[in-house]
């Protein structure tokens, strides 16, 4: 009695039993019948509390009602099934159950500090980003700046090998240039043994009539009409020091070869750096470096000639 009037507000209390519950009861005493019935004698089994059972439902039924929704993991309460599935999906929770708790509203206070922290949250994220995008481009310029270095070693590397390959090639030239210079060399070394032994043969006719010979150029200057193919070339060399020199050379022969012989054989008065011109007295002409390569008869200089040495 007393606690029917404890719970006689309770909903559900003046409700009668539903008809499953009232067959169960019924049908459980009809059986425990038959049972001694048959059986007569042995173990009976215990009669069902009836009102046990009753007080039971009548405890389930006032029962306090689910208020909201509770994550067994975190302990945090949801009004909503939407706001459980948002919870699931961001913190990655799966144990739910209902409880009576229930989830009271924000006041005006909570509501700013929720701001707030929502706030500093989206601050302090958005720095991170920053921070993370900061990072990612200072990264993009170091590689920047090491494939400009590796550009620049590589063009470093094929200017390297340009300047080898040249100075190779100019190595080549220089070596061809000292084995053209000393068969020019021995040329008029051979030359010079030749005319030796020329001389020797003839004596001192040989010698008067090859001193003779300027005499004779007047001759030929007379006589412009005939024409006559001269293979060799007498050339009379005065030094600056007015020493004189004769040698023969071939017709065919360039200047340069009469001016390398006279580097080569008179390094007394001139030596090899030493530069000098070479020029004639009648007509007056000086021989620029062009003319260097010109032959022999091409510039006048055959059958014989003056040279002038000039510093």
Known sequence: MEW???????????????????????????????????????????????????????????????????????????????????????????????????????????????????????????????????KEAWEREKKRIQMGQEIAERKRS??????????????????????????????????????????????????QTSVSLPKSQPAAVAQPAQKKEYSTTRLQIRLPSGTPLVQEFKAKESLSAVRLWISLNHQDELPADAPFKLSTSFPRKIFSDEDMDKPLDVLGLVPSAVLMVTK
């Open 158 to 207: 094929q200017q390297e090998q340009e300047m080898k390959r040249i100075a190779e090639e100019r190595r080549k030239e220089k070596l061809e240039d000292k084995l053209a210079r000393q068969r020019v060399k021995e040329q008029i070394e051979r030359d010079k043994q030749a005319r030796k032994e020329k001389f020797a043969n003839k004596g001192e006719g040989g010698s």
């Open 4 to 134: 029917l009037l404890a719970h006689a507000d309770d909903p559900g209390i003046n409700e009668p039993p539903t008809e499953g519950e009232a067959g169960h009861t019924v049908g459980s005493e009809e059986e425990k019948m038959e049972t001694e019935a048959v059986e007569g004698s042995g173990d009976a089994e215990e009669p069902v509390d009836a009102e046990g059972e009753k007080d039971e439902e009548k405890k389930d039924q006032t029962a306090e009602e689910a208020k909201s929704i509770k994550c067994d993991e975190c302990g945090k309460l949801f009004r909503t099934s939407e706001e459980v599935e948002f919870h699931a999906v961001k913190s990655g929770h799966s144990s739910f159950s209902e409880s009576t708790e229930e989830k009271k509203p924000l006041t005006e206070e909570e509501k700013r500090q929720k701001k707030k922290e929502l706030e500093d949250k989206i601050r302090q994220r958005r720095k991170e980003r920053e921070q993370l995008e900061e």
